[in-house]
């Protein structure tokens, strides 16, 4: 990618690393909160004086992906909207699949494998970061369906999202 503007090119996926699809915020500001303690509270939300009511959290996806082009491979990442698209739910919603579902990760990345897209890549703003954001996401394929669909199909059940 060359340059700071946006490039749009057709990939196909390769790979998803499947074991940290998504990761918790605060349900008020969406700052980043450990994954590894799930009672834990937003500290920034939780000591404001003006919010009266202690915040929860949700989840939101950032799937790291290998991606490639007619000329080159991208390792990107896709977060929560673009990833939506993607999934076909929210983070939440494939996280309590999932619970009920342990392969459901692993499925949807090989469900993902070989799907081809239109994606818009932009170089990160932030410094420290070192993947290319999808900033925009088409499926190409006609019969495309959101790796949820294919998931709830092959586990036969309407349970989740």
């Given amino acids: ?35 590894n303690d799930p009672t834990s509270l937003c500290k920034f939300c939780n000591f404001n004086a003006f919010n009266s009511v202690s915040s929860g959290s949700k989840r939101l996806f950032r799937v790291l992906m290998s991606i490639a082009s007619d000329t080159k491979v991208f390792t990107v990442i896709c977060f929560d909207r673009m990833a939506k698209v993607i999934f076909g739910c929210s983070a939440d919603e494939f996280f309590d ?18 799907e081809m897209f239109k994606m818009t890549l932009s170089k990160p703003k932030n410094g420290n970061a070192q993947h290319l954001r999808v900033v925009s996401v088409v499926p190409l394929r006609t019969g495309f369906q959101p790796a949820i669909a294919t998931l709830r199909k092959l586990y036969g059940k309407r349970v989740g999202c």
Avoid: W
């Avoid at 459901?104 to 990345?109: G, I, M, R, Y």
């Fill in 1 to 35: 990618m060359e340059g700071e503007k946006p490039t749009t090119l057709v990939c196909t996926v390769l790979a998803i690393n499947h074991p940290n699809l998504c990761y918790r915020v605060c349900a008020v500001c969406e700052r980043t909160l450990p994954d």
């Fill in 97 to 114: 699949f999932a619970k009920l579902h342990p392969f459901a990760a692993v499925s949807a990345s090989r469900i993902l494998e070989g």
